[in-house]
């Protein structure tokens, strides 16, 4: 596709559960992002993908958060055991690598309410 | 760690007026980028910035990267209602990968 595509754009669950969140990043981008957007605030990174490299997880809140990437293919989001604080917008993004710096594309993101 | 203090938070102006946005940094950063995002969406690039001094225009909008390459602005002119949305400011820093964000300005046009 021509954009970052992600699913589901929304999930509702209820607290205690499991919840899966997918990106797709642009073909050829190599870098991927995921962040969280609280409601009215601004993006808090969560944790970075560079190709085959160990990802950079210094973002995420807590064990119950982990994520996934196959080379530089699709990337899944994982939260355990979700909690109210949990609700948020997940957003992915990807960006080329190489040469000179380019930006972030964004997915819409996966809008995920803990009741 | 490293912020981006940006400003105003948010805005209520008349359509037609000119608008100005900027954000400030203790760090220096190689990159300076603005993104706008509409309700339900990801952010989307507006403009790239990649040095220090530099200015440059996307139609009615203008940034430009400051010397001390601690800050940037935004201007959009003679606003009109599609440019209702948060605007934010993000900057590289020229040590790694990550961006740095700013909290957002809020742009709302009243009829």
């Known amino acids: 596709g021509a954009g970052v595509s992600q699913s589901p754009s929304n999930k509702v669950t209820e607290k205690g559960k499991d919840v899966e969140l997918r990106c797709d990043p642009i073909s050829g981008h190599t870098a991927l992002y995921w962040y969280r957007q609280r409601l009215g605030q601004g993006l808090e990174f969560l944790i970075y993908?560079?190709?085959?490299?160990?990802?950079?997880k210094s973002g995420l809140p807590s064990d119950r958060f982990s994520a996934e990437r196959t080379g530089e293919s699709v990337s899944t989001l994982t939260i355990q055991r979700t909690q109210q604080e949990d609700s948020a917008v997940y957003l992915c993004a990807s960006r080329q690598t190489g040469g000179s710096y380019s930006p972030l594309h964004f997915g819409n993101g996966t809008r995920l309410t803990v009741t | 760690g490293q912020q981006l203090n940006q400003s105003p938070q948010s805005m209520f102006i008349q359509e037609g007026e000119d608008v100005s946005m900027n954000c400030t940094s203790s760090?220096?950063?190689?990159?300076w980028l603005w993104y706008k995002q509409d309700p339900g969406e990801g952010p989307v690039l507006l403009i790239a910035?990649?040095?220090a001094g530099e200015l440059t225009s996307n139609g009615r909008l203008t940034a430009q990267f400051g010397i001390t390459r601690k800050d940037s602005f935004l201007n959009i002119s003679a606003s009109i209602p599609s440019d209702v949305g948060i605007y934010f400011c993000a900057g590289q820093l020229a040590s790694n990968y990550q961006l740095i964000w700013g909290a957002g300005t809020k742009l709302i046009i009243k009829p």
């Open positions: 760090s220096i950063f190689n990159t």
């Open positions: 910035l990649y040095k």
């Open positions: 993908f560079q190709g085959n490299s160990a990802p950079d």
